[in-house]
């Protein structure tokens, strides 16, 4: 079993970035499972698969393999052979995943391979359901968040940093109205691990959480 650290929380509390950063500090491999769950989306979207219909997504699966590779320390997701790792971070690929993710045979598709993954490696692993769902015994736990406001604010500069045109108000909407659905889906919602530390980070910069993971990481080892 690897060490494994497990990092929950809502869309743009900074999962991924910090994630990334203590990963790559700590040696360990990272493991982005909002990516695994963005690359079905995709295929969703380009096969003309409503995201209601449950029929035609449990059909779909079986068509569906998804892989996690790495080069350089970077997390590649494969889907059906293909890295799409830069065609899931859309909007619309998005909102799909939202939708889609609530699914329980979307879940399952999905639970196994993130199971393997920390078994055989030491993983910092983040996702919505992972300190309450895929790795109940993650020798960490942390449930990262920030305000609304301040998650709408980075997501902005974010995306017009990419070129994109959406208004502030537009980005705080789709933020409220996705916290909403990943909090109160009946199969793995999100929510706070009794046992995970609670870090709000609207006002703390990337280096400082970092930080505070890799000390939580030391002070678990010693003890
Ligand atoms: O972390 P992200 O924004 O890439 O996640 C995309 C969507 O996938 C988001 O709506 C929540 C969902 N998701 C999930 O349900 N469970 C996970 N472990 C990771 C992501």
Known sequence: MGFNIAIDGPAGAGKSTIAKKAAADLGFIYVDTGAMYRALALYFIRNGIDGADEEAIKNALTQIS????????????????????????????????????????????LLSLQQDMA???D????????????????????????SVAERARRRYLEQKQKGGTSSLE???????ERDTR??????????????????????????????????LYREKIRS
């Open 119 to 121: 078994a055989a490696h």
């Open 170 to 176: 537009e980005i705080e909407k789709d933020i409220i």
């Open 66 to 109: 998804v892989t996690l590779q790495y080069s350089g320390g970077t997390q590649q997701v494969l889907l059906n052979g293909e890295n799409v790792s830069d065609l899931i971070r859309t909007e619309e690929v998005s909102r799909m995943t939202s939708v889609t993710s609530a699914l329980g045979c979307v879940r399952e598709k």
């Open 123 to 146: 993983v910092i692993m983040d996702g919505r359901d992972i300190g309450t769902n895929v790795l109940p015994n993650a020798d960490i736990k942390i449930y990262l968040t920030a």
């Open 182 to 215: 990943d909090k109160n889906r009946a199969i793995a919602p999100l929510r706070r691990a009794e046992d995970a530390v609670y870090l709000d980070t609207s006002d703390m910069n990337i280096d400082e959480v970092a930080a505070e993971i890799e000390r």
